[in-house]
């Protein structure tokens, strides 16, 4: 794929604004809402849940980039397809049988994605990479935004695109935690397709502004 693309996490928007933070978001140059669902479990912390997630939906124009961090995500597969998303993301490390959850996915109608934390090598993908719409780098230990990024990614990110390469898979990989206009271009020259970014664009002086600077950079 040639276009990068940026998917800013909502997790960072000001909760108290969120309608406006969601059209901000439809308004930019940005490409999806990436949405972060802890259940705090899987991960140290809880984000939000269905009727925030629901509102969110509704007001936004842009494909939903839905990011499970919880346990047995098979549970919801079906709540989110009702909800409009896209691309549905579950942890490697949360689920038991993989590959039938990627089915499940896309039987419901929306492209599979599968999450890495940082201590999850990439070879474990070896066996289901071809049934992968999109890889989920994490570059932090998910559960919290605002933290810095793992310079390991770099590797990961390299031996995610020699597997797809290798096994001529479409997965698209997606680059998530600690992005900003330091990393971006490095990540996307080592073959990143989609930068998740939160802090660096919500706490930002002008998110709007950030937003494009950040597409212009990985254009
Ligand atoms: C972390 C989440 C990320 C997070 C990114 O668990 O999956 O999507 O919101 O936030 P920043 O860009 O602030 O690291
Ligand atoms: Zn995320």
């Known amino acids: 794929m040639n276009t990068k693309l940026v998917a800013p996490s909502l997790l960072a928007a000001d909760f108290g604004n969120l309608q406006r933070d969601v059209e901000m978001v439809n308004q930019s140059d940005a490409d999806w ?95 289901t990479i071809q049934d992968i719409d999109l890889v989920c780098m994490m570059s932090v230990n998910p559960g919290f935004g605002g933290q810095s990024f793992i310079e390991n990614t770099y590797q990961k990110v390299s031996d995610l695109k020699n597997l797809i390469e290798r096994k001529n898979s479409k997965a698209l990989i997606e680059i998530d935690g600690g992005v900003n206009a330091t990393n971006a271009k490095k990540l996307v020259n080592t073959g990143a397709d989609v930068l998740v970014a939160g802090s660096f664009v919500f706490k930002s002086q002008d998110p709007t502004e950030t937003i494009k600077n950040l597409k212009e950079q990985i254009a």
């Open 33 to 127: 809402h990436h949405l972060d669902i802890m259940d705090g479990v899987f991960v140290p912390n809880i984000s939000y849940g269905m009727p925030v997630i629901k509102a969110i939906a509704q007001h936004a124009t842009k494909p939903l980039d839905v990011h499970l961090m919880i346990i047995d995500p098979d549970r919801y597969i079906k709540t989110f397809a009702d909800l409009g998303a896209n691309y549905l993301t579950v942890h490697y490390e949360a689920c038991n049988h993989l590959h039938r959850t990627l089915q499940a996915i896309k039987s419901e109608g929306m492209k599979a994605g599968v999450a890495l934390n940082p201590h999850t090598s990439v070879s474990l993908l070896e066996d």
